[in-house]
């Protein structure tokens, strides 16, 4: 669905059901660059099970308008607006990557509107080398193939997608080419390598976490995303094997039963 | 800094497969099965819902089938792919997924003979009418569009004339009309031509050619690229509407880059069923596997029997875009920089009863109605592949009475030639005994 977010034209997808102020509100929140395409495989799950559902499309990243917003903490004051805009009190966020970023900020200035934290491949502070950060922001479509290069583990090389004929590597190229590599990706990794203060906001939050984290993951490693876990109260922590930095899609029906199980254990549906 | 991402040929062998999680096989297993268990009520409501991904039933998807089709994707760089039971299904769900009753199409003139009559003659059955354009006149496609058409469609290398089609220049007069370019790309396999680095939007393989190469299996499949935006206008609502069979889904807004093989398959093998067996999915791996390696030697042979023919007296004409003189030799190098293939299209001195007496003649070259095959193939097309044209039809799509159409094989090229010595001196003798 379209709507207005700070005055410009905000996508968002609901999973196949239309919003519901009836239904606790879960938000999800794509990694840089990426769309809200990332998050099908969780979504329409919650949608059709009791749950209003909002996968954003971040300002300048796939089908919003605007322009891509520069720093972490714009983005989490952004992610309350878009509670506001749509006429909700409270949500549980879910978060990937840089997403993770967003939402930790987020539910530390924020702790009366956010009711869980769902952590994916995340970690306090997610610094970008610096030649990728430079191709990135050149425009130079070489970052893409090095990000989903770095990205993957086994299924997204090899392949074995959940859903049927679907190839990890050229969807997310795609998705990330969507948009100028320079305004979306280059940005976003601008806004990451910028980003400090992950730990600060970590000790803040004090809600059910959890966080997700895969054994084969070059962009956020384990060790990172436990470092992360430790500094948040009631925080919880799975870790899935033989799975790279996309665990959403690379192991989508694990990702989604732990993330259902512990979003219906402390953000029940009503 | 380079990516580490996998490469043509080990693609060729590994695209699409784990064995780890395939109880260790080496080998892709062939999943004979029609059905799938459901863990519970709730699991089989996510996978009809697609809500999750998965098998429900084997019309749909198969899991042998499925890594097929993402080592094609793999290797045309393509976000999906969708493998249906023979190329003409592929295109005949491309046409359904994308077209209803009421819309147009502009479409090369030089296609496979079988392409030709679904586009002319059924096709008009179901309300979608068609425009053909030869293919070097890149401006008549412009011209040829109209408020209802929903996209054009083409061979690069024309069957059977080898005249090329500008893809990119094409490509730009479909996106600038905000509709999508869709090739067959049979000729050229991913390892001669990526259709997507050039403009197209939707690549359709008949796989039992060139990318199986044995000549033992039907196969076919469409390949998406991701890149076209169904969004940008109003021409395409089954894609960009709600979707009553699925709750009121939006293709386009949901599955984004992957949208078109999500509604081809949801929809088109729900509906129409052209399920690719097991089987035959396994055996066109079996030959993928040896794609590169095939491919450079089809062109090697195909460039030495050029050359050969058309140093033949014999030999009225040939055409093969490696040959300097063709009208297309630039534009085959910029778009077919590994070879241009390994179809010849050459007339025979003495016309159409030449021609027979050539094929009749022949012994290694075997006279049959496919290409592709590592073993040399030739047949006379207007009394064959596209003997169900009438004189101005044949005449529009570049074929002439004394054409024969060579699918050069991958045997030793001196018994190539040898063998179609035999052919020429059989067709000589008969243009003795008719003078005599």
Redesign the interface.
């Known amino acids: 669905m379209k709507f207005k977010v700070n005055n410009e034209d905000i996508f968002a997808s609901t999973g196949g059901r239309p919003l519901d102020k009836n239904k606790p509100l879960i938000i999800f929140v794509h990694g840089s660059g990426l769309t809200h395409m990332c998050w099908v495989l969780q979504t329409r799950s919650f949608a059709f099970h009791g749950y209003s559902v909002l996968a954003l499309d971040l300002p300048g990243h796939g089908l919003s308008g605007g322009n891509s917003l520069q720093s972490i903490e714009e983005m989490a004051e952004w992610i309350s607006d878009v509670i506001d805009a749509v006429d909700f009190k409270e949500a549980s966020l879910v978060g990937h990557s840089q997403g993770c970023l967003i939402t930790v900020e987020c539910a530390a200035r924020y702790p009366e509107k956010i009711k869980t934290l769902s952590l994916m491949g995340g970690a306090g502070a997610i610094p970008i080398n610096l030649e990728l950060l430079s191709l990135a922001e050149n425009n130079d479509s070489k970052a893409v193939d090095l990000m989903m290069d770095f990205a993957h583990g086994p299924s997204g090389h090899f392949g074995g997608h959940p859903v049927p004929g679907l190839h990890h590597l050229n969807i997310g190229s795609m998705l990330v080419q969507s948009r100028e590599v320079k305004d979306t990706l280059g940005v976003d990794f601008r806004a990451c390598q910028n980003y400090t203060n992950g730990f600060n906001a970590a000790k803040k939050i004090n809600l059910p976490t959890l966080s997700i984290l895969a054994d084969q993951d070059r962009m956020c490693r384990v060790k990172d995303g436990k470092k992360l876990a430790d500094h948040i109260k009631n925080s919880e922590v799975y870790i899935i094997e033989n799975c790279g930095h996309m665990m959403l899609l690379e192991e989508a029906d694990k990702t989604l039963a732990i993330l259902k199980k512990f979003i219906k254990k402390n953000y029940p549906a009503y | 800094?380079?990516?580490?991402?996998?490469k043509f040929d080990t693609l060729s062998l590994?695209?699409?497969?784990?064995p780890?999680?395939n109880s260790g096989s080496r080998q892709v297993p062939i999943y004979q099965t029609t059905s799938y268990l459901f863990d519970d009520v709730d699991h089989a409501a996510?996978l009809f819902?697609?809500?999750?991904?998965?098998?429900i039933y084997s019309r749909i998807?198969?899991?042998t089938?499925?890594?097929l089709?993402?080592?094609v994707?793999?290797l045309e760089?393509?976000?999906?792919?969708?493998?249906t039971s023979s190329g003409m299904s592929a295109i005949f769900l491309i046409i359904m997924t994308l077209c209803q009753a009421g819309d147009h199409l502009v479409l090369s003139s030089q296609l496979y003979g079988g392409t030709v009559n679904l586009f002319r003659l059924t096709l008009p059955k179901f309300g979608i009418k068609c425009t053909f354009v030869k293919p070097r006149d890149t401006q008549g496609f412009k011209d040829a569009i109209q408020e209802n058409t929903k996209g054009i469609f083409g061979e690069l290398v024309g069957n059977p004339g080898n005249e090329l089609m500008n893809m990119p220049e094409i490509a730009n007069i479909a996106h600038n009309a905000g509709i999508p370019l869709i090739v067959d790309s049979t000729y050229q396999t991913p390892y001669l031509c990526k259709p997507f680095e050039h403009g197209a939007d939707i690549v359709v393989h008949s796989l039992t050619k060139w990318m199986a190469g044995h000549g033992s299996s039907m196969a076919g499949i469409l390949v998406e690229?991701?890149?076209f935006d169904w969004?940008q206008n109003d021409k395409f609502p089954s894609m960009t509407q709600p979707y009553e069979g699925?709750?009121?889904?939006s293709f386009a807004?949901?599955?984004?880059?992957?949208a078109f093989?999500?509604k081809a398959?949801s929809e088109g093998m729900r509906d129409f069923g052209p399920c690719l067996s097991p089987q035959n999915a396994w055996n066109v791996m079996q030959g993928i596997e040896t794609l590169s390696i095939r491919m450079k030697k089809h062109c090697s042979n195909a460039e030495k029997m050029v050359e050969f023919l058309s140093n033949h007296e014999s030999v009225a004409w040939v055409s093969h875009a490696s040959d300097p003189d063709h009208p297309d030799h630039e534009l085959a190098k910029k778009l077919l920089p590994n070879g241009v293939g390994s179809m010849i299209a050459f007339g025979i001195k003495g016309g159409k009863e030449a021609g027979e007496a050539f094929i009749n003649n022949v012994k290694l070259a075997s006279h049959l109605a496919n290409v592709g095959d590592t073993r040399t193939l030739v047949i006379h097309p207007a009394s064959a592949t596209h003997s169900q044209m009438d004189e101005a039809t044949l005449k529009f799509a570049g074929l002439s009475h004394d054409m024969i159409r060579l699918s050069v094989g991958i045997e030793d090229i001196e018994d190539i030639k040898n063998d179609f010595e035999d052919g020429f001196r059989a067709a000589k003798k008969l243009k003795f005994v008719i003078n005599k």
Request: charge should be neutral; proline fraction near 5%.
């Open positions: 800094m380079d990516p580490k991402t996998y590994h695209a699409g497969y784990q780890s999680k996510a819902n697609l809500e999750r991904g998965g098998h998807s198969n899991p089938v499925a890594v089709e993402e080592r994707a793999a760089g393509g976000t999906a792919a969708l493998a690229g991701g890149k969004l699925y709750h009121g889904l807004e949901e599955f984004g880059p992957t093989t999500m398959r």
